[in-house]
């Protein structure tokens, strides 16, 4: 199967710093990425739909300048996490596509401690 | 409102036991139904799918689940459970008017007693 890889698969930094993870589509064009987050014990909650050369679609709740998400590329999406604090810790994992209700993809995940 | 309901938020079963997993739905348009697996600090690993056709969908690791639209459900079960079977999982819903995006259920920790 397809495969989408997440970098860092782990990282901590200090309260007040920014964040970037990345998701990779490795073997197939990604029109589509979705970014979800996951607090312990706790569901998956998603945050933004994000597709090639297009502004993210944020879910409401969700604070647009805080969790930046660029798709500049079809196998690169990146979210940062800005000006970061430990309620910004939590398992981020994104999820692509390559075409319009085509198969969804999952990374690793990546677990952001921040102190 | 579109939305997934899983019912019961830890369930545990005896080794060799019925697995039973609920999960219902609520949509105003057909949709596409997953039933995925999460290991402590690991990614999602998709277990089945239903999308069309017949409504009895098996997965992998001996799991199936039942598109019954009358219901709105889609319960996952496993006729024997193994110690390995001991996750999360999480029932999803993609919705196609939405853009294509999957929602999930709150989880279910499945716990299996030897």
């Known amino acids: 199967g397809a495969v989408v890889s997440q970098h860092p698969s782990w990282v901590i930094c200090k309260s007040g710093t920014s964040v970037k993870i990345e998701c990779r589509s490795l073997d197939f064009q990604a029109t589509t990425m979705f970014w979800y987050r996951q607090f312990p014990k706790q569901s998956l909650m998603l945050m933004a739909t994000s597709n090639e050369g297009s502004k993210a679609t944020y879910e409401q709740g969700v604070e647009k300048d805080k969790f930046l998400i660029n798709h500049a590329s079809l196998t690169l999406s990146t979210l940062t996490v800005t000006s970061a604090h430990p309620e910004d810790s939590s398992f981020y994992i994104c999820?692509?596509?390559?075409?319009?209700?085509?198969?969804?993809?999952f990374g690793e995940g990546s677990r952001l401690t921040v102190l | 409102a579109q939305s997934v309901t899983q019912l019961g938020s830890h369930v545990s079963v005896s080794e060799g036991a019925l697995v039973l997993l609920r999960c219902n739905y609520s949509s105003s348009v057909p949709p596409y139904l997953f039933w995925y697996v999460q290991y402590p600090n690991q990614g999602l690993q998709l277990l089945l799918k239903y999308t069309t056709g017949a409504t009895l969908v098996k997965g992998i690791n001996g799991f199936e689940a039942e598109f019954k639209k009358s219901e709105t459900s889609f319960h996952l079960t496993k006729p024997s459970a193994h110690m390995s079977d001991a996750a999360e999982y999480f029932c999803?819903?993609?919705?196609?008017?939405?853009?294509?995006?999957?929602?999930f259920g709150q989880g279910t920790e499945l716990s299996v007693k030897p």
């Open positions: 999820s692509a596509t390559g075409t319009a209700g085509g198969e969804l993809f």
């Open positions: 999803a819903v993609r919705f196609y008017n939405q853009g294509g995006k999957l929602i």
